[in-house]
């Protein structure tokens, strides 16, 4: 599914920059991908833990990446491309159920493992996918970048399809009660508002502003597609690393040191002026982007009992999705109101009030 949602994304804010968009609706365009997460994310998280069944969102997820890449492909103006990613959200909104489903194959005990490789697998298709669109995108057109991810969609849809779905075992009847129980988690809640100052960062930046920078200082095609290709390779390693790390340094000093990363690669980035260093700056930021998402995901589905992770993991997602909203439309409001090189500044101190977030809040040093 990301593969399918990301082979277009480095291209994404230039696209609607050549259709006439603004910098403010650069920034639109980019939110709006987080719309339906916010507004879905929850209900598919119940519906899925009250029907017992992950498949069926997940196949409606795919199947909104095929049709909003492929509209897309064919937006004529700014607020099509507003619209269609609108749709693509809708996928996004689905990795609650595809996450859950992944997690369902393991024990309690092997929880951590699977969220980190299940990130992990993730990465490495969005580093295939970025990789691969700017390829396509320097020998074809940067508009066939988005006609390769409803093909990409499609495989992805008919491979879930032979997929069997695990019994989810024993459940408790579904109440208000219990929502209300989940969404009051103390732990749910402190790692779900430090996500927030994660995406705003990450969306702000890289599937923003990156791109459109990258241009202004000479990258080609081929070579935004390998900035990006290095913050998501940056992403896999950090995924990975991430359970070892939080053994050697604990949770807490985990994260800071993610979010630490992606605050400095952004702070960097004005003094800049060649496509490599801005790749290297983006490798270390999308290191510390996997090492963050991977604890405080882990923290979030180990945070409640297991029968209930997908309303827990829809909850994470729909509040850290108000980040992804924030990010790209007041970094499209900065770089329109002062410059470009504001977004940075501003990236990074949301990362370090992140961080002071961190350091105030009672995270657990071990996860278990």
Do not use: C
């Not at 970048?145 to 409803?150: E, I």
């Amino acid at each position: 599914m990301w593969g399918s949602l990301y082979l277009y994304v480095p291209f994404l804010p230039i696209r609607a920059q050549d259709l006439g968009a603004s910098n403010t609706m650069v920034g639109a365009v980019i939110a709006s991908y987080a719309i339906a997460q916010v507004a879905l994310r929850i209900p598919i998280g119940v519906a899925s833990d009250l029907l017992g069944r992950r498949k069926p969102f997940a196949l409606i997820a795919i199947a909104s990446a095929i049709l909003g890449a492929l509209w897309l492909g064919v937006s004529p103006n700014p607020l099509n491309m507003f619209f269609a990613r609108t749709v693509t959200g809708i996928a996004g909104a689905g990795w609650v159920a595809l996450s859950i489903l992944y997690a369902s194959y393991f024990t309690t005990k092997g929880t951590a493992g699977a969220m980190s490789r299940i990130m992990a697998v993730n990465g490495i298709a969005l580093v295939l996918a970025t990789l691969t669109g700017g390829w396509i995108a320097e020998l074809i057109s940067p508009a066939a970048t988005f006609y390769s991810g409803v093909i990409a969609g499609t495989i992805g849809f008919l491979l879930l399809l032979m997929a069997p779905e695990p019994p989810m075992g024993e459940r408790k009847a579904y109440s208000k009660a219990i929502f209300l129980s989940v969404a009051r988690t103390p732990l749910l809640i402190l790692v779900s508002i430090i996500s927030v100052f994660a995406h705003f960062v990450t969306f702000a930046t890289s599937f923003s502003f990156i791109p459109i920078y990258a241009r202004e200082i000479g990258g080609s095609e081929s070579q935004i597609g390998y900035i990006s290709t290095a913050m998501f390779a940056g992403g896999v390693l950090g995924t990975i690393a991430a359970p070892y790390i939080a053994r050697r340094i604990e949770y807490p000093r985990a994260v800071l040191l993610g979010l630490g990363l992606m605050g400095a690669s952004a702070v960097i980035v004005p003094a800049l002026d060649g496509v490599l260093g801005l790749g290297v700056s983006q490798f270390f930021g999308g290191f510390g982007r996997g090492l963050e998402a991977a604890l405080l995901m882990t923290l979030a589905v180990l945070s409640v009992a297991p029968a209930m992770r997908a309303t827990a993991m829809g909850m994470f997602q729909a509040v850290y999705a108000i980040g992804m909203i924030a990010g790209p439309v007041v970094a499209g409001v900065v770089a329109d109101s002062v410059d470009i090189d504001a977004v940075f500044y501003l990236a990074t101190a949301i990362a370090m009030i992140g961080g002071a977030l961190v350091f105030l809040g009672r995270i657990p040093q071990r996860a278990e």
